[in-house]
């Protein structure tokens, strides 16, 4: 069973850094997009940033230059590293992922429409 295990959530201050992982298990797919989306309470879900398997990797614009995606595939472990932090970027945050498919990562929102993905780390951004 693909299980999806998000971590590193926390509370900072505005401009201040996070880590988070995600750790995927039972994942039997060579190739695969996967990536992050965030829900924050009252907004629809958003696609923070998604990587495809052989390279491609796609940033949500507010992020861009903040935030940075990665993956080390011998651990099997998806990152976000965030940088610059603001209170508008509190939310859930959700590690998501599938099987290949042409189009998969078209934008950086097609992450919320993935299959598989973890019950979320939080983050919360203080002024």
């Known amino acids: 069973q693909v299980q999806p295990v998000e971590s590193g959530g926390g509370s900072v201050q505005t401009g201040g850094s996070l880590r988070l992982s995600c750790l995927v298990s039972g994942y039997p797919y060579s190739n695969y997009c996967m990536g992050w989306f965030r829900k924050a309470p009252g907004k629809e879900r958003e696609g923070v940033a998604g990587?495809?398997?052989?390279?491609?990797?796609l940033y949500e614009y507010s992020v861009k230059g903040r935030f940075s995606i990665s993956r080390d595939n011998a651990e099997n472990i998806l990152y976000l590293q965030m940088n610059d932090l603001k209170p508008e970027d509190t939310a859930m945050y959700y590690c998501?992922?599938?099987?290949?498919?042409?189009?998969?990562?078209?934008?950086?929102?097609?992450?919320?429409?993935?299959?598989?993905w973890g019950l979320g780390t939080q983050v919360t951004v203080s002024s």
């Open positions: 990587l495809y398997s052989k390279g491609n990797i």
């Open positions: 998501s992922l599938d099987a290949y498919y042409i189009g998969c990562l078209a934008t950086a929102d097609s992450v919320v429409s993935f299959g598989y």
